[in-house]
């Protein structure tokens, strides 16, 4: 089936710094979505990308269906940034999502 | 915004209990979803729906019936639960399968089962 490999599957970043989450994929994707799981166990939408990169605050998204990869981006991260990070892709041929297995910030002071 | 809302937020029952998970959606949407995440793995889809009265099988469907009563309500039933279904619950909607795909979540139903 399908596969989204998701790294790393742990970060840890101190306040101010930046890094970037990762997923390979093994098939063509034609769109990637990327979330937030928050403290409270809350989904939130972050990015919805078919090609190209997207921006928002400290957060970019980028999507190369052909290298069939995404990555997400954060700049700065703060304090409420932790969480777990999932992506999710859907198979051009069938249409299916599938996820990530996911990554788990941790920002540290 | 779209508005996706699930409910019981937290749930506990015993082995062998009966669980109703509501989701309604007030976004128009064709296509619903029920996910179950667990820690260390993405979310994994159970069943979906694309109208009342449809219901597809997802990929990990065992245990676990659904229905969707009207174009808001999608309900997931289990109705002898055991303790690997203890999880967190995600409802999903979306306006098309894959075209647009894009999904808008519920915040999530917490079930434990003892």
């Known amino acids: 089936g399908d596969q989204v490999e998701q790294s790393p599957s742990a970060l840890s970043l101190h306040e101010g710094t930046g890094s970037a989450l990762r997923c390979n994929f093994t098939?063509?994707?034609?769109?990637v979505q990327w979330f937030r799981k928050n403290s409270r166990g809350s989904l939130i939408n972050l990015f919805y990308?078919?090609?190209g990169t997207k921006e928002n605050g400290r957060l970019k998204s980028a999507f190369d269906s052909k290298e069939r990869y995404s990555t997400l981006h954060i700049r700065d991260a703060q304090l409420e940034d932790s969480g777990t990070y999932f992506c999710?892709?859907?198979?051009?041929?069938?249409?299916?999502?599938?996820f990530g297995d996911g990554t788990v910030l941790t920002v540290k002071p | 915004e779209a508005a996706v809302t699930q409910s019981p937020r937290n749930k506990v029952t015993v082995t062998g209990g009966n669980v109703t998970l509501s989701c309604r959606q007030t976004?128009?949407?064709?296509?619903m979803y029920w996910y179950r995440q667990d820690t260390g793995h993405g979310l994994r889809l159970i069943h979906y729906?694309?109208?009342?009265?449809?219901?597809q099988i997802g990929d990990v469907p065992d245990g676990y019936k659904a229905t969707r009563t009207t174009q808001e309500d999608f309900f997931l039933l289990l109705e002898l639960a055991s303790p690997s279904q203890t999880s967190l619950y995600f409802c999903?909607?979306?306006?098309?399968?894959?075209?647009?795909?894009?999904?808008?979540f519920g915040e999530g139903s917490k079930l434990t089962v003892l």
């Open positions: 976004n128009s949407h064709n296509y």
């Open positions: 098939t063509t994707m034609r769109a």
């Open positions: 990308l078919a090609s």
């Open positions: 729906s694309y109208g009342a009265g449809n219901l």
């Open positions: 999903a909607s979306s306006d098309e399968w894959g075209n647009t795909g894009q999904l808008y």
């Open positions: 999710a892709a859907i198979n051009t041929n069938t249409g299916k999502l599938t």
